[in-house]
């Protein structure tokens, strides 16, 4: 299989390659603004360098893993598109041009335009999240099927900015598409974690009726955890915080109230670096199945949306029906 990385930085250096480099069968083209940051990377891992964008997707490869930061995205998402590339798997969020902490409603118009026409050349597109592959995630999932919790009610959460677009999409993953908007941002902008942005508490109901709320933020101190979630389901109740915290269950039906560690041998930094080479072998298992990728690029856009419904939200003091007011129509 040939994978081609647009974007050689940290997280690509750090997290996705050294998983990469470990899986059978893998030829690695690498392409980055500095060529010098690629051709590290091409004599750590292994691989070629290319000199232009165009080079990798007159290559060919089987997909391109578009990992450079986000607020250049759009434009090396545009460029490779020229191109008619097979499969675009993309980092989060889709595209952010003033950083992750602040989406903005034109984010969104330009998130649908790379999607839009990634479907009109029949391209297939893929996120990361991989939040959704940290081992409590993956435990939530698999004991609401196996205690049979139902479907997600209420949500409640608060997020430092660091990862809101993941407790965004973990919001989606477990409670479906959001109905109806509504939020209010503070006045004092926090700093934290390289993000500024003003505290905003927003609140939401689901497509099933269910409803949320989760406060994002860039003042929580990051030596905690970054996110806690609390997921009430028909049936029973999982809350979980941070990369490598606790899991509490409580099973309505068997009227018990468990809990659910990781191994401490694991820092929070590990399960961190684990869930990308978790995310990328899952997506390249469907590439290599001609399966569906595991986390398609429409959860990109969805993420978008909830954002920009968010700052319209907060601009106009009104709720918002994202649907109606941000189409995901491709």
């Known amino acids: 299989m040939k994978v081609a990385i647009a974007g050689v930085g940290n997280v690509a250096k750090g997290s996705y390659l050294p998983s990469l480099a470990k899986r059978s069968g893998i030829e690695l083209l690498y392409w980055n603004r500095t060529r010098d940051k690629a051709a590290a990377a091409a004599a750590q891992f292994g691989g070629t360098v290319v000199d232009q964008l165009s080079d990798l997707t007159a290559a060919e490869p089987d997909t391109i893993l578009?990992?450079?930061?986000e607020k250049c995205r759009y434009e090396v998402a545009k460029?490779?598109?020229a191109g008619k590339p097979r499969r675009l798997f993309f980092e989060k969020p889709l595209v952010a041009r003033n950083g992750q902490a602040n989406v903005t409603e034109e984010d969104f118009a330009l998130g649908r335009e790379v999607l839009q026409e990634a479907a009109k050349i029949g391209c297939e597109t893929a996120m990361v999240f991989n939040y959704r592959f940290f081992e409590q995630s993956l435990r939530a999932a698999a004991l609401r099927e196996e205690r049979k919790l139902g479907p997600l009610v209420q949500v409640t959460g608060l997020v430092n900015y660091a990862c809101w677009?993941?407790?965004?999409?973990?919001v989606h993953h477990f409670g479906g598409e959001i109905e109806r908007i509504s939020a209010l941002a503070g006045s004092e902008i926090r700093t934290g974690?390289?993000?500024?942005?003003?505290?905003?508490?927003?609140?939401f109901t689901f497509r099933n009726g269910g409803?949320?709320?989760?406060?994002g933020t860039a003042g929580t101190k990051t030596i905690y955890p970054f996110f806690e979630l609390c997921l009430s389901f028909a049936n029973g109740r999982i809350t979980f915080r941070g990369l490598d915290g606790d899991m509490e269950l409580l099973d309505y039906a068997k009227s018990v109230h468990e809990s659910f560690s990781i191994s401490r041998q694991w820092s929070r930094w590990d399960l961190y670096n684990q869930s990308f080479g978790k995310s990328a072998n899952a997506y390249l298992d469907a590439v290599a199945k001609g399966d569906p990728p595991p986390v398609p690029g429409m959860a990109g856009l969805r993420e978008l949306q909830f954002e920009a419904a968010m700052r319209k939200s907060i601009r106009t003091g009104?709720?918002?029906?994202p649907d109606t007011d941000f189409?995901?129509?491709l």
């Not at 578009?66 to 930061?69: A, D, K, N």
């Not at 974690?193 to 609140?203: I, R």
């Not at 009104?318 to 029906?321: E, R």
């Open 66 to 69: 578009v990992l450079t930061s």
């Open 318 to 321: 009104l709720p918002v029906t």
């Open 211 to 215: 409803a949320g709320t989760i406060l």
């Open 79 to 81: 460029e490779l598109l």
């Open 193 to 203: 974690a390289g993000n500024t942005s003003p505290d905003a508490a927003v609140s």
């Open 327 to 329: 189409p995901c129509d």
């Open 165 to 170: 677009s993941h407790s965004i999409d973990m």
